[in-house]
C-alpha cells in the first residue's frame, strides 16, 4: 500500500496514544486516493484528530481592488480560474469525472472532482480558498490544505499562481485581482495541539457566509428558523470533523449520543446574525449566476460549566478549516473565542 498511518484506538478524550499521519513517500494516484479515503486504515477520537490534523497555508500577496477580496463571491471566482488552470494539465479520464490513473493523480482529481463517485459522494476536497483585503489596492489569496492534499501543494501552488496572474474577474470588475507580489507556503501551528481550554461561553464570528440546510429563502425569518440555523451549524462541526478525518487516513469514532446530548444543552443567542445574499457566477463572463443566502456575525453559544469538552474541539476544528455546506466557495469560515465566565459569588 502507498500510504501508511499507525493504528489508532477508539480511546477516551483524556486516555490513549495520538494518532499521526504518517504520508506516502510518493503522491498516489486517483484509484489509489480513493481506496484509501473510503477505507481508513486507523480509528481516532477528537483528540486523536486534533492531534493528527495537519495544515499549511499557500498565501499569494496580490495587487488588486482590496475591498472586492471581502466580497462574498469572490473566493469562488477564485476557485473557478484555478479549477481551469487545473483542466488544462489533467488526465482525460478526470476530464470525465472518472479516477485519474496518473500516479500522483492530477490536480483536477484532488481538489475538484476526485469525490465524484459514488464510494465518496459528498466528501469535501482537501483544500479551501481564503481571501483577504490588505489594503486599497491589495489582497490575500490563501489556499489552506490539509492531510492527504498537501502531496499536491506544488501543483496546486503552480495553478493558482498562473491563474492569479492572468487575472480574477467578479461582479463586472475586470481583473480584481491582477498579479501576484510575494508567494510563499508556511506549516501552520493550530491550538489543536494544545489542551482543551476551560471555557463555557463561545462566541462564534463568521466572517463568511454559513451555508446550512436551513439557508433557503424559506427558512430565513421567523425565529424558529433562526434556532434551526443553529442547530445546523453545531450538527455541522461534526460532519466536517468526519471529512477530515478521511483525508488523514483516519475514521472518527465518537459517542454519538454523548454529543447529541451537549448540543441539546447549548443556549444560543442569535439576534446578531445577518442574513447575506448574493450571487455566484458560474463563469468568468458573469453571464450566469447562481444566488447563494447565509448568515454572517456573531453566534453565542452558552456551554454551561460541566461542558463536554468534545464540543469545544469540533469548535476548535471547524475555525481552522472552516463547516457548513459549499465550503469550495469559501464559505462557513469563523473566528472563535472560548471564554470562562466567573462565578457570581465572587
Given at each position: 500500500m502507498p500510504f501508511d498511518a499507525p493504528h489508532a484506538h477508539h480511546q477516551s478524550l483524556h486516555e490513549g496514544p495520538v494518532t499521526h499521519l504518517t504520508p506516502p513517500a510518493i503522491a498516489p494516484s486517483g484509484v489509489e486516493l480513493t481506496h484509501?479515503?473510503?477505507?481508513?486504515?486507523?480509528?481516532?477520537?477528537?483528540?486523536?484528530?486534533?492531534?493528527?490534523?495537519?495544515?499549511?497555508?499557500?498565501a499569494f500577496e496580490c495587487e488588486g481592488d482590496g475591498q472586492l477580496a471581502q466580497h462574498p463571491a469572490f473566493p469562488a471566482a477564485v476557485r473557478q480560474v484555478i479549477g481551469s488552470e487545473l483542466?488544462?494539465?489533467?488526465?482525460?479520464?478526470?476530464?470525465?469525472?472518472?479516477?485519474?490513473?496518473?500516479?500522483?493523480?492530477?490536480?483536477?482529481?484532488?481538489?475538484?472532482?476526485?469525490?465524484?463517485?459514488?464510494?465518496?459522494?459528498?466528501?469535501?476536497?482537501?483544500?479551501?480558498?481564503?481571501?483577504?483585503?490588505?489594503?486599497?489596492?491589495?489582497?490575500?489569496?490563501?489556499?489552506?490544505?490539509?492531510?492527504?492534499?498537501?502531496?499536491?501543494?506544488?501543483?496546486?501552488?503552480?495553478?493558482?499562481?498562473?491563474?492569479?496572474?492572468?487575472?480574477?474577474?467578479?461582479?463586472?470588475?475586470?481583473?480584481?485581482?491582477?498579479?501576484?507580489?510575494?508567494?510563499?507556503?508556511?506549516?501552520?501551528?493550530?491550538?489543536l495541539q494544545d489542551p482543551v481550554p476551560t471555557a463555557n461561553r463561545a462566541l462564534v464570528h463568521f466572517t463568511t457566509p454559513f451555508h446550512g440546510a436551513a439557508s433557503t429563502e424559506e427558512l430565513m425569518d421567523s425565529?424558529?428558523?433562526?434556532?434551526?440555523?443553529?442547530?445546523?451549524?453545531?450538527?455541522?462541526?461534526?460532519?466536517?470533523?468526519?471529512?477530515?478525518?478521511?483525508?488523514?487516513?483516519?475514521?472518527?469514532?465518537?459517542?454519538?449520543q454523548t454529543l447529541d446530548d451537549a448540543f441539546a444543552s447549548v443556549q444560543m443567542t442569535m439576534d446578531a446574525l445577518d442574513v447575506s445574499e448574493w450571487n455566484r457566477a458560474i463563469s468568468q463572463s458573469g453571464t450566469a449566476r447562481i444566488p447563494m443566502r447565509g448568515h454572517t456575525g456573531?453566534?453565542?453559544?452558552?456551554?454551561?460549566?460541566?461542558?463536554?469538552?468534545?464540543?469545544?474541539?469540533?469548535?476548535?476544528?471547524?475555525?481552522?478549516?472552516?463547516?457548513?455546506?459549499?465550503?469550495?466557495?469559501?464559505?462557513?469560515?469563523?473566528?472563535l473565542f472560548l471564554t470562562a465566565d466567573q462565578d457570581s459569588s465572587c
Open positions: 484509501l479515503l473510503a477505507h481508513p486504515q486507523g480509528q481516532c477520537d477528537l483528540e486523536g484528530l486534533a492531534a493528527a490534523i495537519s495544515m499549511q497555508d499557500l483542466m488544462s494539465t489533467a488526465s482525460r479520464e478526470a476530464l470525465a469525472g472518472l479516477p485519474c490513473p496518473w500516479g500522483p493523480a492530477c490536480g483536477l482529481h484532488v481538489f475538484f472532482n476526485g469525490q465524484s463517485n459514488k464510494q465518496m459522494a459528498g466528501l469535501a476536497c482537501p483544500w479551501l480558498v481564503r481571501t483577504d483585503s490588505t489594503g486599497a489596492n491589495s489582497m490575500r489569496v490563501t489556499l489552506r490544505l490539509f492531510g492527504l492534499g498537501q502531496l499536491w501543494c506544488n501543483s496546486l501552488g503552480e495553478a493558482a499562481h498562473r491563474a492569479l496572474e492572468r487575472g480574477i474577474n467578479l461582479a463586472g470588475v475586470k481583473s480584481a485581482c491582477q498579479g501576484v507580489l510575494i508567494r510563499s507556503v508556511d506549516r501552520l501551528w493550530s491550538p425565529p424558529s428558523d433562526q434556532a434551526t440555523v443553529g442547530s445546523q451549524f453545531l450538527s455541522s462541526l461534526l460532519s466536517r470533523a468526519e471529512d477530515i478525518a478521511r483525508w488523514h487516513g483516519l475514521s472518527l469514532a465518537v459517542d454519538r456573531l453566534l453565542q453559544l452558552q456551554l454551561g460549566p460541566a461542558q463536554d469538552p468534545a464540543l469545544l474541539r469540533l469548535l476548535q476544528i471547524g475555525s481552522q478549516l472552516h463547516c457548513g455546506q459549499d465550503l469550495a466557495f469559501g464559505l462557513g469560515r469563523y473566528e
